[in-house]
């Protein structure tokens, strides 16, 4: 019997010209992924201290119309600053305020450093103008303004204007001094500032640009 050979031949093991292609595009569009994902956390590397860097830029505020008695708040740093145009009695009543403050020359360390307009008992530039960080320096909360003088809610009955920290009852005087034996142990901080003008506030720099 004569020998036969079989008219199929083995199926091919190289990839056809199309799939070579596919296979191509496929494993470059992974590659890039791949370079796209280690890109992200090395640009992300750069964002944050440029946010700092923008945070942390002096900022002007207005204080034009501003009478006695107004409250003016700004953000800097991403801390609320406010900006308190006070009235001669307020100022009066630091003199009764000073024998019941814990720090009345802002001697103790603060988180920014005390500059030397605010160790006196205004604490200010412009004795008129309060500037302060309204930060409570017991646990970061935001105290309330309670400029009205005499016996309120949570308050004192010789209460003589100031500010209130609802969280934990801490005080602070109409030059953001806290009272004694409270909570916070520090008064509010005075962030660097300079006039520009009688209408503009410079805060986060001590010296006109």
Known sequence: MA???S???APSLLPTEPSRRAALVTTAAVGAVGAAACAIPLISTFQPSERAKAAGAPVEADISGMVPGDLRRVEWRGNPVWIVRRTPEM???LK???PHVLDPDSSKPYQFAMPDYAKNQARSIKPEYLVVVGICSHLGCSPSDKFT????PSLPEDWQGGFLCPCHGSTFDMAGRVFKNKPANANLDVPPHTYLSDTRLLIGEDKKA
Request: hydrophobic share 20%.
């Open 96 to 98: 009764k305020t000073e």
């Open 3 to 5: 020998n036969t050979t």
């Open 91 to 93: 100022l009066e009543s």
């Open 149 to 152: 003088p005499g016996a309120q």
């Open 7 to 9: 008219s199929l031949s």
